[in-house]
């Protein structure tokens, strides 16, 4: 097994007979036989198949995954499901040696032909999902802890991880393809959860990796500026967010109003949608459901207090355990979804405020003192979550601001100017270097930024450059004193940095540790 998600998958799964499969979703077979073969697993990788396995080969951007039907069954897959184009490779690859079931698009029978294999878990389970450009990871991780007020046992999908019970993997992308997730909910009710909260990006709504989940609860945090690589501009953005909010993927909704595209999404909802306005004193906030009427984000850096109103017009005293204003509005999110998928209000409030900290966001790797300034890790990849990040840790910096950031190669190259702007305006010392440069030449993306941080800052007055990540958190932190505050943003939680095609072993978390390490062992040496 190549893949850890190999080992989140159910220990009883169950048998299917491929005619059964035909018959129940309207399907075919490519050739006159194959209809008794069976099969206990549905998977889209080629890499991440187990013997018994249906393979399901979709068209890429580059490949069809049919030209890796060979490897599919050579590893044990017993039947191969696809288009007439699909088939074609198939039997070029491996003959008839396995059934060929076809589907006009692949991809989006994916989803229902897994639900259908596993019977449907996610109808035995609570299930909230979450979208929206920023927040996403935060907001379920609130909302898995106000689940598990009352669900004795849950699981939790997203960015940073897998999680079943206490078993997590790394998660290798927001949302997982269908029959991944299928798979998940499967082992979830295996295990005796009952609740379980996942991330939806909008490439998965997109490309159907939720097909076959009704959500009881969908929530959405807000629509900012990032993607528009792969949704063309922000109305093909907002159209494929919207679609969690369609009849049969969700049954109702809970909507933040704070931007005008929660606002559009609520009103044009075919779903019932309740909306929560997060930005005191907001003009419409007296229409919302909900609202955030006062908020005090506190000066000791660990977590905001707010005052939340219900549809009743009663106000709740709440909390968020991390800081600024943009956590409140996750933590109020947080609160509705919850009290919408069954907690009671309570509950709910109660255990947001207490909430475990979240690897990436708003992380606290080193505490002020001892010469150390206060080290932070956030996720922020976008001009508005790093306004919003800054704009955040500035009441807890007595001192100075510095900021590590960078912008990734291969995605959306509009918003890197964007980005060095906003730092140079907010952040007082700018270290720019690498994220996942990808194929790009890194030195060109540090470029873009650094157009944009000129507009703001035509002198480049303390604004270093430089070519290693880790390289440039060390310059910062030797930047930095005891009164400053040093906040690496744009990988947050990820374990790996990809340059030129390689992934390589790297977390900011890390290199800070190390750093302090380091420090730590030379003052023994002189001490």
């Not at 999404?265 to 419409?284: C, D, K, N, R």
């Not at 194929?439 to 993306?445: R, V």
């Amino acid at each position: 097994m190549t893949s850890p998600l190999g080992r989140l998958r159910p220990e009883h799964p169950p048998v299917r007979r491929v005619g059964e499969l035909v018959a129940a979703l309207g399907l075919s077979l490519a050739g006159p036989t194959g209809e008794d073969v069976t099969f206990t697993g549905v998977t889209m990788a080629s890499g991440e198949v187990v013997a018994g396995d249906l393979f399901v080969a979709v068209p890429g951007l580059k490949v069809h995954g049919a030209r890796f039907a060979r490897d599919a069954v050579t590893a044990g897959a017993v039947a191969v499901l696809t288009d007439r184009a699909g088939a074609r490779l198939v039997v070029e690859q491996v003959g008839d040696a396995v059934p060929v079931v076809l589907a006009e698009d692949p991809r989006t029978a994916a989803g229902p032909v897994a639900a259908w294999f596993h019977d449907h878990p996610a109808r035995r389970l609570v299930t909230v999902g979450v979208t929206g450009t920023n927040g996403k990871t935060t907001t379920t991780y609130f909302v898995d802890a106000a689940l598990r007020a009352v669900h004795e046992r849950t699981a939790v999908l997203g960015t940073v991880e897998l999680r079943v019970g206490d078993e997590a993997v790394e998660s290798p992308r927001t949302t997982v393809e269908a029959p991944v997730l299928q798979s998940l909910l499967a082992l979830a009710h295996e295990r005796g959860a009952t609740a379980l909260t996942t991330e939806v990006s909008s490439h998965a709504l997109a490309l159907g990796r939720v097909g076959g989940v009704e959500f009881d609860v969908v929530g959405f945090t807000n629509l900012q500026r990032d993607h528009l690589d792969f949704h063309g501009d922000m109305e093909g953005y907002f159209r494929d967010k919207a679609r969690l909010f369609a009849a049969g993927q969700a049954k109702r909704g809970v909507v933040v109003v704070d931007d005008a595209w929660g606002q559009r999404l609520a009103a044009e909802s075919p779903i019932p949608v309740e909306t929560v306005s997060t930005h005191v004193g907001a003009p419409g906030a007296d229409r919302a459901d909900w609202a955030v009427v006062s908020a005090d984000v506190g000066l000791d850096g660990v977590g905001s207090r707010f005052t939340l109103r219900g549809p009743d017009r009663v106000e709740h005293e709440a909390a968020s355990p991390l800081p600024g204003l943009v956590n409140v509005s996750n933590a109020a999110l947080a609160v509705v979804l919850a009290h919408a998928a069954g907690v009671p209000l309570d509950a709910a409030i109660a255990a947001v405020g207490r909430a475990h900290a979240i690897p990436g966001r708003m992380e606290r790797v080193v505490e002020r003192g001892d010469g150390w300034p206060l080290c932070l890790v956030d996720y922020a990849h976008t001009p508005d979550a790093l306004e919003l990040a800054l704009d955040a840790v500035r009441p807890i910096t007595p001192g100075r601001l510095v900021i590590v950031f960078g912008s990734d190669g291969d995605r959306d190259r509009g918003k890197r100017p964007l980005m060095g702007a906003v730092a140079a305006r907010l952040a007082d010392v700018l270290v720019v270097t690498d994220e996942n440069p990808r194929s790009e030449d890194p030195a060109a993306i540090r470029a873009a930024i650094l157009a944009g941080v000129r507009d703001v800052r035509p002198d480049l007055a303390d604004v270093h450059e430089a070519t290693s990540r880790a390289q440039a958190i060390r310059d910062a932190l030797a930047l930095a004193g005891d009164r400053d505050t040093v906040i690496v943003t744009g990988k947050g939680h990820e374990p790996t940095q990809e340059i030129a095609g390689v992934f390589h072993r790297y977390n900011d978390r890390d290199v800070f540790l190390a750093a302090r390490h380091e420090q730590a062992r030379r003052q023994e040496q002189h001490a």
